[in-house]
């Protein structure tokens, strides 16, 4: 096998692995700074629905895989995700060898899917201890989203106290997953400091705050399944 062209060069990159993901790793943390940033505005203006780290690393991967194209050698480059690639088991066992001598790629953590450890705790500060609630994005669409329906005299209340009336108080945010069609916008800074000035609700310091509307609330509590 070791005549084997392909296998000869994977035996080489192999060897050199561990020092290219360590300069690619620098790379990367050279941006990290501007990936939390957009990941941290997405989260305030989406919802506690939305995993930072998760988008981070989603991000990061798209990175690569773009990069492949400075390969390409003209056919079309079909992205695929590290464990998907078809690796010889020299190559992989070179890998692990290097690995147990003390490469300076950090390990897998047990339990994290394959592909899904790009970034460790020293170029990416603060995101382990992101462990926000992962459901479906938030909904955007349908009547309860019709602009038409906000005006002057349009009502709000905090998702808060609707949490409460409809008997969710004990779980946050629970009503935000069971009705993901619902209108909510989610409170600024600003917006925060205002609510809290007027004692409409306490600090919440980093904690997400939204509006709904008071209408879709009533609606709900009179359904049957709140009555």
């Known amino acids: 096998s070791f005549t084997d062209p392909a296998v000869s060069m994977d035996l080489l990159r192999a060897v050199l692995q561990p020092s290219i993901n360590e300069e690619i790793r620098g790379v990367f943390n050279k941006y990290m700074q501007f990936f939390q940033k957009a990941a941290i ?21 798209s990175c690569l895989e773009q990069a492949k194209l400075l390969f390409s050698d003209g056919k079309k480059v079909v992205p695929r995700l590290p464990h998907e690639q078809a690796v010889p088991k020299r190559a992989r066992q070179m890998d692990e060898e290097l690995n147990r001598r003390g490469s300076p790629v950090p390990k897998k953590r047990k339990g994290r899917p394959p592909g899904q450890s790009l970034s460790n705790d ?65 409170a600024d800074p600003q917006d925060k400091h205002w609510l809290a000035e007027q004692q409409h609700m306490r600090a919440t310091g980093g904690k997400m705050a939204y509006l709904l509307i008071e209408e879709d609330i009533r609606d709900l509590a009179a359904s049957d399944d709140y009555r």
């Not at 009503?175 to 909510?184: D, G, Q, R, T, V």
């Open 41 to 61: 505005n997405v989260r305030n203006n989406v919802g506690e629905e939305v995993d930072p780290e998760q988008l981070i690393q989603e991000t990061c991967r």
């Open 122 to 186: 020293r170029g990416v500060s603060g995101m382990a201890a992101w462990k926000l609630k992962v459901s479906e994005p938030v909904r955007r669409d349908g009547p309860k989203w019709d602009p038409s329906r906000l005006n002057e005299t349009t009502t709000f209340v905090l998702g808060s106290r609707a949490n409460k009336a409809l008997g969710m108080g004990g779980t946050r945010g629970r009503l935000y997953i069971k009705h993901p069609h619902l209108f909510k916008y989610a």
